[in-house]
Structure formats: C-alpha cells, structure tokens
C-alpha cells in the first residue's frame, strides 16, 4: 500500500472513531434526558398520590357533614339527615375497619375495600368527579372551573406585568450597582415586597375610586351583559386596573430583589470578566453570557408562585370582590362546603406540583449539569 493510500486510510479511520464518538457521545446525553424527565414525573406522580391521601383523609377528621353542615335548617328531620348521608356517601365506611373518623368509630374489617369511602373517591377522581357542593348542590369541579378562569385571568395579567417590570428593575439595579438608581430600585421593591397584600388593596381600592372613577369590585357592571363586545371588554378591563396593579406591585419587588441579587453574583464570575476583555458590549455581556445564568433562581421562583396563585389571591379577591377561585374558598370555609374546599386544594396541589415539575424541566434545559446531579 502506498503512503498516500495509508494517509488517506488512517484519516478516514480518524473520522469514522470521531463520528462513532459524536453519536455516542449523544446517545449518552438523549438517554441522560429521558431518564431525567422520566424521574421527575414518577416524582410528581408518586406526590400526587400522597396528596391525595392526605386531602381525602383531612376533611374526613373535620366535624361536619351535609346534614350539620351544609344544610342549617332547625327542622331537619333524623330521616331527612340520614337521607342526605347517602346522597353524599357518608354512610360507607371511610376504609376498612372504619366507620367514621370523627368521631372515630370502628367497622367491619371484611367490607369490600371497593366499597368504601377512599376507593369511591378515588374513582371519582379518576372521571373528574370532585364530589358534590354541600350548598349549591352542583358539581364542584363545574363550580371550580367557572372561578377558574377568572382568577387565571387576573393572575395572568398580573404575573406577566411583575415578571417583566421585576426582571427590568432587577437588571438595571445590578447592572448600576451601588448607584442612587440601584438604591431607589431596591428601597421600592423591599416597601413593595413588605406591604401587606389586603391593605394595599385597601388603599388602591379607596384611591382609584375616588380619584380615577374606577370600579370598587366585582367583573363588570350590572347589565353590561347585553352591551356589545366591545364595551364588555372595556368595562372588564376597567374592573381589572385595581386588582391587577396591587397584584403586580405584591409580586414586582420580589422578582426584582431575587433578579438583582442573581445578576451581582453571576457579573462577578471570570467569564464576565473574559467577555469585557474581549471588548464585548454591555448589551452583549448581558444577552449572551449573564443573563441566561441569572435567570435560573427567577425561573424556581416563578414557576412556584404561579402553581400557589392559581388557587387565587385571596386577600385580593376578597378585597375586590373579584369572583375567582380564592373567593370561592373564602365561601366555603364560610360555609363549611367541605367538598368545595376539598376539591379546591386538590386543586392547587396540583398546580404547584405542575409547576414544580415545569420548574424543574426548565432549569435542567437552562443548565444542562442539573441532568447529571
């Protein structure tokens, strides 16, 4: 063989061990991804499961049921009581060897476990059946849909108002540090971060009605429902000003204080330092080497706090008499509607373990070392 042939032979071989590396090499890493999204959603399903023991379990220990709790009338008879225990499936066992947990009462260990309390429950669940409302005698899951949308309306609105108003601030600060614009951004956001979320709407509430006119609560004005569409949605815009602006002001200096102190730490590293050498402008420092990395604390943080709201801003809600779901909370544990609150915290379980498996989704694709750790 010639020594062009062996040269050429001996560079093809190179390639071909540098092309079987490269397949490897992403073989390795596509098998690393899914066995790290595989685990994460065992994770969460296996939590999910938990949950849901413990929310069935909690409103069972709870004193009341539809015949103490859900229906006040003095007249009540024992038959008509005993009647709305089977309508609600109070008169099973709660689970084997156990009749009822408050007060405790023992029951036969030999009953079908299929026909108990936990297993019709958790069949129910399985068909989206979330029980049924002790006061409104409806479907909670239909209940808890209609106040759905209204709070992810109000919460959509105010999230996307604090991340991007939190986020500027936050670079800005950083980026002016120890600068009388980054001490006016960071006093702002602690007085923002501290108020309390009832009296800020309080406050909102008296200014913006009696200074700008604006609503005092409620979606929209009595009959406004056979306006044109347009005018429903300027009407329900100008229901929204107050309660979206005490949301985003609750939600602005947390970002902005978390945003700040992650693009300190992440502009002192070497490569930051490597950048400027380089001659890289600040937007450019910013863009492609700092803000990628700062953003992974912002990325926990919000995920987290938009699996909590979307069981509603309560205090906001009540404040303004905005008909979401944390208003319907506030009336059921007014009511003591146990199906209502048990549905609604199943609920906001899991939206925060949603968002917690997004959360950590997103990270491990923002930095890719979380895949290996």
């Not at 999204?37 to 539809?66: E, H, M, Q, S």
Request: a neutral charge; aromatic letters at 10%; one cysteine or more.
């Amino acid at each position: 063989m010639s020594p062009s042939s062996r040269a050429t032979t001996k560079t093809l071989s190179g390639k071909h061990t540098e092309l079987e590396g490269s397949c490897a090499h992403y073989t390795k890493a596509t098998l690393t991804r899914g066995a790290f999204f595989l685990n994460k959603v065992a994770w969460a399903l296996f939590t999910l499961c938990i949950v849901i023991v413990l929310n069935f379990f909690l409103f069972r220990i709870l004193p009341g049921d539809p015949a103490r709790a859900g229906v006040r009338d003095p007249r009540l008879t024992p038959e008509a009581q005993e009647a709305l225990r089977v309508r609600f499936g109070l008169d099973k066992p709660v689970i084997n060897c156990f009749q009822s947990l408050n007060p405790p009462q023992q029951g036969d260990c030999l009953v079908n476990p299929l026909d108990t309390q936990l297993f019709i429950y958790a069949s129910n669940l399985l068909h989206g059946d979330l029980g049924t409302s002790y006061h409104s005698n409806r479907p909670v899951a239909n209940l808890l849909t209609e106040r759905l949308w209204n709070t992810l309306l109000l919460i959509g609105a105010g999230q996307i108002l604090a991340i991007v108003f939190g986020i500027a601030l936050g670079v800005l600060a950083a980026w002016k540090s120890r600068s009388p614009i980054d001490y006016s951004a960071l006093t702002f956001s602690l007085v923002a971060w501290s108020l309390p979320t009832f009296w800020l709407g309080i406050i909102l509430l008296f200014w913006g009605s009696t200074a700008l006119g604006l609503p005092i609560g409620g979606m929209s004005t009595p009959g406004m429902a056979m306006a044109p569409p347009r005018e429903q949605l300027a009407d329900l815009a100008r229901h929204m000003i107050l309660p979206t602006i005490t949301y985003t002001i609750i939600f602005l200096g947390e970002y902005m204080l978390i945003m700040r102190s992650s693009l300190i730490d992440v502009l002192s590293e070497d490569y930051i330092l490597t950048a400027k050498a380089k001659g890289l402008n600040h937007f450019q420092i910013l863009k492609d080497h700092a803000m990628r990395n700062a953003m992974l604390p912002m990325v926990t943080i919000i995920a987290l706090n938009l699996g909590f709201t979307v069981a509603g801003a309560v205090q906001i809600e009540s404040v303004f008499s905005w008909p979401g779901l944390g208003g319907a909370i506030y009336e059921a544990v007014q009511r003591r509607d146990y199906p209502m609150l048990q549905g609604a915290f199943l609920m906001l379980a899991v939206s925060v373990i949603l968002a917690d498996l997004a959360a950590d989704l997103l990270y491990s694709y923002l930095d890719p070392r979380v895949q290996n750790g």
